[in-house]
Structure formats: C-alpha cells, structure tokens
C-alpha cells in the first residue's frame, strides 16, 4: 500500500530512444526508475550512465516489482509483449495506448 510519502515504483521496457528519454526524464525529476529489456548489458550500462536513482532489472522481475509499467517498445511487438507477461501484468496498471490486441 501507498502511502503518503512513498512513490510509485515505475518500469520502463524497452531502452530505445523513447524507453531512455522517459527514464532520464522521471530521474530528472527525482523519480527513481526501474529499467528492463531484452538485452540486459544494455539495461546495465544505462542504470549505470543515469545514475543511484535507476535500477537495472531483468523483464519479469522490473514487472514484479513495479506498480505501473511503461512498455517502451516497438507498436509492432506491443501484442507479443503482453502475451509473453500477460501473468506479471494483470495486476498493474500499464501506460500505453488502449488497443484491441485481437485486432493487430
């Protein structure tokens, strides 16, 4: 549970151009981030060139751990991403488009 001091714990999937502005933004902001994506050396690197306040994770576990996923990856991939985690997803709240993955 919240409270009124804490944060939200946030993840962003997927380290492009977009994945790495988000980040950088919300660290800019003070807002700790959790980074994850297929390719972890790259997941470390980035943690490492922002900062204390991100946090390099594989896929499932920065899912596990967040309250609101940012799913940073290609519009193409967004249908298998929420097939693949469909399970660690159900519970949060994920900032992306509303679309009908059936219809992709």
């Not at 576990?61 to 249908?79: G, H, R, T």
Request: overall charge positive.
């Amino acid at each position: 549970m919240k409270t009124k001091n804490s944060k939200t714990k946030v993840a962003i999937i997927g380290l492009g151009k977009i994945g790495e502005a988000i980040a950088s933004n919300l660290i800019n902001g003070n807002h700790a981030v959790i980074l994850a994506s297929q390719e972890f050396d790259k997941v470390k690197a980035l943690a490492n060139k922002l900062g204390n306040l991100a946090v390099a994770k594989e896929i499932v576990a920065a899912i596990q751990e967040a309250d609101v996923v940012i799913p940073a990856i290609y519009f193409n991939s967004l249908k298998d991403f929420f097939k693949t985690y469909d399970a660690e997803l159900k519970s949060l709240a994920t900032c992306t488009n509303l679309v009908h993955l059936e219809k992709l």
